[in-house]
C-alpha cells in the first residue's frame, strides 16, 4: 500500500513539473511575438510601422481563435485516419498541450509576415493567418506530431518506412511558415524602386533589431527545451541540458561568421 502510494505521489508530481514546463515555456514562445514585431518594425521604413504592428496583433488573436475553434483538433485530435484529425471542436482549451502547442501554430502564421511587409493589406493576412492556423499548419502537425499522421505513427514507424523526426518544428513550423513567405512574397513582389532605390528601404532603426535579436534569442531556449514536453521521463534533464547548450551556442558562432563575412566583404 504505501509503496503505491510513493508511485502515485510521484506520478503527481510529474503531471505537476510537465504542467509548469509546458506553461513557462509556452509563454516564453509567446514572447516571441514581440521579439519578432521589434524585429520587422527596426528593419522597415518608419511612416510603415503601424501597419506592420496592426498586421501581426491582428494576425496573432485570428490564428490563436482558429487554432482554439477547429486548428487543434484538426491536428491532435484522435483520428481513424493518418491525414487529419478529428472534428471535435472548440472544447480543447481545457487540454494542456491546448495552449502549448498553440504557440508554434501562431509563430508559424506570422513568419511571412516580414517577406510581405509593407506591401499586404491588414485584411488580407488576417484572413491568410485564419486559414494556415484553422486548416494549414494542423494537417502537417498531425502528419508528423500527433502520432497518427502518415510521416510518424506512434511506433516509431512512417508510411514511408522510418518515422519522420522533427524535433522543435524545423519543418512543421519553420518550413510550412517559410513555404508561405515564399509564396507570399512571389505573389505581392518587391516594394517599388526597391533595387533602383536601396538607400529608401534602409532599416530605420537598428538599435531595436538589435534588442529584438536578443529577445527572440531567449524565446528560443523557450522553444526548443520546450519542445520534450516533459522533464520527468528518464533522461529529459540531460536532453534539456544539451538543448539549452546547442540553443547558446549555435546562435553565437552564427553571429560571429555573419559579423566576421560582414566586416569583411565591406
Known amino acids: 500500500m504505501?509503496?503505491?502510494?510513493?508511485?502515485?505521489?510521484?506520478?503527481?508530481?510529474?503531471?505537476?513539473?510537465?504542467?509548469?514546463?509546458?506553461?513557462?515555456?509556452?509563454?516564453?514562445?509567446?514572447?516571441?511575438?514581440?521579439?519578432w514585431s521589434m524585429l520587422e518594425t527596426g528593419s522597415i521604413r518608419y511612416e510603415s510601422i503601424p501597419g506592420v504592428l496592426n498586421k501581426n496583433m491582428l494576425a496573432l488573436c485570428v490564428a490563436f481563435l482558429a487554432w482554439w475553434t477547429v486548428g487543434y483538433s484538426f491536428a491532435f485530435g484522435p483520428a481513424d485516419n493518418a491525414v487529419l484529425g478529428s472534428m471535435d471542436f472548440a472544447f480543447n482549451a481545457k487540454h494542456m498541450n491546448w495552449?502549448?502547442?498553440?504557440?508554434?501554430?501562431?509563430?508559424?502564421?506570422?513568419?511571412?509576415?516580414?517577406?510581405?511587409?509593407?506591401?499586404?493589406?491588414?485584411?488580407?493576412?488576417?484572413?491568410?493567418?485564419?486559414?494556415?492556423?484553422?486548416?494549414?499548419?494542423?494537417?502537417?502537425?498531425?502528419?508528423?506530431?500527433?502520432?497518427?499522421?502518415?510521416?510518424?505513427?506512434a511506433d516509431g514507424t512512417s508510411a514511408f518506412g522510418k518515422s519522420f523526426l522533427d524535433f522543435a518544428g524545423a519543418g512543421v513550423v519553420h518550413m510550412t511558415g517559410g513555404i508561405g513567405a515564399l509564396l507570399g512574397s512571389l505573389a505581392v513582389g518587391p516594394r517599388k524602386d526597391r533595387f533602383t532605390c536601396p538607400e529608401r528601404f534602409?532599416?530605420?532603426?537598428?538599435?531595436?533589431?538589435?534588442?529584438?535579436?536578443?529577445?527572440?534569442?531567449?524565446?528560443?531556449?523557450?522553444?526548443?527545451?520546450?519542445?520534450?514536453?516533459?522533464?520527468?521521463?528518464?533522461?529529459?534533464?540531460?536532453?534539456?541540458?544539451?538543448?539549452?547548450?546547442?540553443?547558446?551556442?549555435?546562435?553565437?558562432?552564427?553571429?560571429?561568421?555573419?559579423?566576421?563575412?560582414?566586416?569583411?566583404?565591406?
Not at 505521489?9 to 513557462?24: H, P, R, S, T, W
Not at 502547442?101 to 485564419?130: D, H, L, W
Not at 536532453?239 to 551556442?249: I, K, R, Y
Open 202 to 266: 534602409d532599416a530605420h532603426n537598428l538599435s531595436m533589431v538589435v534588442l529584438a535579436t536578443l529577445l527572440m534569442w531567449f524565446s528560443w531556449f523557450g522553444f526548443n527545451t520546450g519542445s520534450l514536453t516533459s522533464l520527468h521521463k528518464p533522461g529529459a534533464i540531460q536532453t534539456a541540458l544539451d538543448v539549452v547548450a546547442n540553443t547558446t551556442l549555435a546562435p553565437a558562432v552564427c553571429a560571429l561568421i555573419l559579423w566576421s563575412l560582414h566586416t569583411n566583404l565591406r
Open 2 to 35: 504505501a509503496a503505491d502510494r510513493i508511485d502515485l505521489m510521484v506520478q503527481q508530481e510529474g503531471v505537476i513539473l510537465d504542467a509548469l514546463f509546458k506553461f513557462v515555456t509556452g509563454w516564453m514562445v509567446f514572447l516571441f511575438h514581440t521579439g
Open 99 to 153: 495552449y502549448f502547442q498553440g504557440t508554434f501554430c501562431a509563430t508559424a502564421a506570422t513568419i511571412p509576415s516580414g517577406a510581405v511587409a509593407e506591401r499586404m493589406n491588414v485584411k488580407f493576412y488576417a484572413i491568410y493567418a485564419g486559414i494556415f492556423a484553422a486548416m494549414i499548419y494542423p494537417a502537417v502537425s498531425h502528419w508528423c506530431w500527433s502520432g497518427q499522421g502518415f510521416l510518424s505513427y
